[in-house]
């Protein structure tokens, strides 16, 4: 975090607020804490990447514990994945398309994953703009496990805008690359909390031990 995503990327749309949160000091050591709910937020794909970032709550205050991202896997493995961190969970935040039909089963992912265990709530659907500002009133109230997130956090880092030459403006679509399903995961995160919310059963008693 020394100097991995600090270099200015042009167009980039989160780095501004990450490198705040590192001048605030909001990247160290930030473990699991079994009072608290642990809730996570996906971006699911196809044939390329799956991104799942995992938070709990306290307050105004969002801990972003863990990152977790794999490539050509089904969801079996995704379940399998939760399972083995041992954490005690809370909401599962899912964009929409987890209510796409599966060709092979005639599934939702949806009625999938539930099947796995793992019951979800799913985003509507929201213009990216909107997911963009939600994550950037989010991430002031954030605060990042260095090790566990950094690839995750790298990636928010350089998630960006493409420039046109010719017509000497950012485009309005971020650039779709290896930075984008874990910046579509946290605007998951955005939007599901948004949303949902999280319970709060629990969090006087947690807030004393952190």
């Not at 991995?4 to 042009?10: E, F, Q, R, T, V």
């Not at 972003?64 to 995704?78: K, Q």
């Not at 005639?106 to 909107?130: H, I």
Request: proline letters at 3%; hydrophobic letters at 40%; aromatic letters at 12%.
């Amino acid at each position: 975090y020394e100097c991995s995503w600090m270099a200015a990327i042009k167009g980039a749309i989160y780095a501004k607020q990450l490198a705040e949160l590192k001048d605030r000091g909001r990247f160290g050591r930030y473990a699991y804490n079994p009072a608290l709910p642990v809730h996570t937020a996906w971006d699911l794909g196809f044939d390329d990447c799956t991104a799942i970032w995992f938070v709990q709550i306290v307050g105004n205050e969002v801990f972003v514990i863990d990152y977790y991202e794999a490539a050509g896997a089904g969801l079996d493995h995704y379940a399998d994945v939760l399972e083995k961190k041992g954490y005690r969970y809370g909401k599962h935040f899912l964009p929409h398309d987890v209510e796409q039909t599966e060709l092979g089963t005639g599934k939702s992912r949806m009625s999938v994953l539930r099947e796995l265990g793992v019951r979800g709530y799913t985003v509507p659907r929201a213009n990216v703009e909107d997911g963009i500002a939600a994550v950037r009133a989010l991430l002031p109230r954030c605060a990042f496990d260095a090790g566990m997130t950094q690839s995750g956090v790298a990636a928010m880092a350089s998630y960006h805008r493409e420039y046109d030459e010719r017509q000497q403006i950012f485009r309005q679509k971020p650039k779709h690359d290896w930075s984008s399903h874990p910046a579509d995961a946290f605007r998951t995160l955005a939007m599901g909390l948004r949303r949902f919310g999280v319970d709060e059963a629990g969090y006087q008693t947690a807030r004393a031990q952190l």
